[in-house]
């Protein structure tokens, strides 16, 4: 007799529980104002993207090689938004992490739970955006960039910004809500700042610059300049990983999903912070529903959601969040100039200040160590709760250990990463950190974008898989990391 699969064991088959069949609950449909509180992981990861490629690697890239490479920012910004909307597309069908979809696949749930932690602890355990925060902090108390002999008090002051990120993720109810709250704040804040900064002070052919360097034109010859001569491709590939926020980082936006309650993740629980919170049952599998026509409504209104936290709050923020400071830069920096070390969230403060006074240059500094000092947080919360929920996941003995409480294991995570993270300031300058961390976000695309067209074509019911120009763009995205990855391999060796 020939024996076949369900898709319940498909899904079951890396050594998993299967998805557990439930309704699909009932979407908000907000109106004006409402919509605030509907977005959120979308909030989560700009916020998160502004101060790495937008605020340090793009100012690198744009002051020594021209706007006219804003058109690579520019591209990936669109695959990563339409990379995010399939990425939720999994979460809102099952309820669970993307992550936790890979290690639904082959060869087992644990290979793939090593292989994704690994990859998220090179991207981003190394604290660049605290000891770059360090940086704008040290100008706005000694106004002056620091130099080699002020290492030590950098490190220092390094140190205790990466302990107060810590700080704040041991209060609130639900510490999903607390970084949105933080991200909102952020977003307009920074937003406001450097519209309000870049009409005062950068003139008309700088913008005209930064409109058509989205094209690839290059105002200065009038033609398109893609790639200009002497391009350094390893900076340039940390930028196109880190233009939108960049691989492991963009995942964890199902795990922020799952937290918000989006789709199937009502029937999931959330972590709870450690002060004010309170013990919350974590559902280690996901859910699966009948798509018959009411629940496949219900669906398109959670999709309607989906759209709206990536296309109208990610996309066109992280486009002006790419665009602004870079015409800020470019207007006070010399073309040409080598803005990386210790002091480049500073250089913008130092240079605006000798031509519109000390006030700016304090405004500057602020903003810059407040973004990096949210990025941040941003980046070690993600970290530490994308682990927390392969472990809870992938181990029954972790689910039962004091008492089944998930504050455990994610505090415990915490721990770790704080005093490695603690260590590994001390190893290399904030940029080179940087740069690294951000290289291996450019694997991470590669691999993930494929992996998660696998899982959202066999994992998920026919009714939920995207649709052919969707699937094209994954490939598409592989191939366009996989080229500034092998450039950068390239120029580095």
Excluded at 289 to 305: C, H, K, L, N, V
Excluded at 464 to 492: D, E, I, K, T
């Amino acid at each position: 007799m020939k024996h076949t699969h369900s898709r319940e064991a498909f899904e079951a088959r890396s050594g998993l529980e299967p998805w557990t069949r439930k309704e699909m609950p009932v979407p908000p449909m907000p109106r004006g104002l409402q919509w605030m509180a509907v977005v959120g992981p979308g909030v989560i990861v700009l916020g998160a993207s502004i101060g790495s490629g937008e605020f340090l690697l793009g100012p690198a890239v744009f002051v020594r090689h021209g706007l006219s490479l804003l058109w690579v920012t520019g591209v990936a910004i669109l695959l990563q938004t339409i990379f995010n909307t399939e990425l939720m597309r999994y979460t809102l069908a099952t309820g669970e992490p993307v992550f936790t979809g890979f290690m639904r696949t082959r060869p087992n749930s644990t290979m793939w739970a090593w292989f994704y932690s690994g990859l998220y602890f090179l991207q981003v355990g190394w604290p660049a955006w605290a000891a770059n925060a360090a940086g704008a902090i040290f100008f706005l108390f000694a106004r002056r960039l620091t130099g080699p002999e002020d290492a030590g008090a950098v490190y220092f002051i390094g140190v205790a910004t990466f302990l107060m990120c810590v700080a704040i993720l041991l209060f609130g109810r639900r510490i999903e809500r607390t970084l949105e709250l933080f991200n909102w704040v952020l977003i307009v804040c920074i937003l406001a700042s450097f519209t309000i900064l870049a009409v005062m002070f950068v003139p008309g052919q700088t913008w005209l610059a930064g409109v058509v360097g989205f094209a690839g034109i290059d105002t200065s010859t009038n033609s398109f300049a893609f790639l200009p001569e002497g391009t350094d491709f390893f900076l340039l590939a940390a930028l196109v990983a880190y233009s939108g926020h960049g691989g492991c980082g963009n995942i964890t936006l199902t795990n922020w999903a799952r937290d918000k309650g989006y789709g199937m993740s009502q029937h999931a629980g959330y972590i709870p912070a450690a002060v004010g919170g309170h013990k919350v049952h974590l559902a280690h599998t996901g859910f699966t529903f009948t798509p018959e026509a009411d629940a496949m409504q219900r669906w398109r209104g959670w999709w309607r959601i989906v759209r709206a936290d990536q296309w109208f709050v990610f996309f066109i923020g992280a486009v002006l969040g790419m665009g602004l400071p870079a015409l800020l830069y470019v207007t006070f920096i010399p073309h040409g100039s080598d803005i990386r070390g210790l002091s480049i969230a500073a250089t913008l403060a130092a240079n605006m200040g000798a031509h519109a006074g000390p006030i700016v240059a304090g405004v500057i500094a602020f903003l810059a160590a407040w973004i990096l000092f949210k990025t941040q947080l941003d980046n070690m919360e993600g970290l530490v709760r994308a682990v927390t929920d392969m472990l809870w996941t992938g181990s029954r003995r972790v689910r039962s250990w004091r008492g089944g409480d998930v504050r455990a294991v994610y505090y415990a995570v915490l721990g770790v990463v704080v005093v490695w993270g603690i260590i590994a300031l001390r190893l290399a300058q904030p940029m080179l950190l940087l740069q690294l961390g951000a290289n291996v976000a450019g694997v991470v695309f590669i691999v993930a974008s494929l992996h998660l067209l696998y899982l959202n074509t066999r994992l998920l019911p026919r009714e939920l898989r995207p649709p052919l120009w969707r699937r094209a763009m994954l490939v598409g995205m592989a191939l366009f990391y996989g080229f500034f990855c092998a450039m950068s391999v390239r120029a580095f060796m």
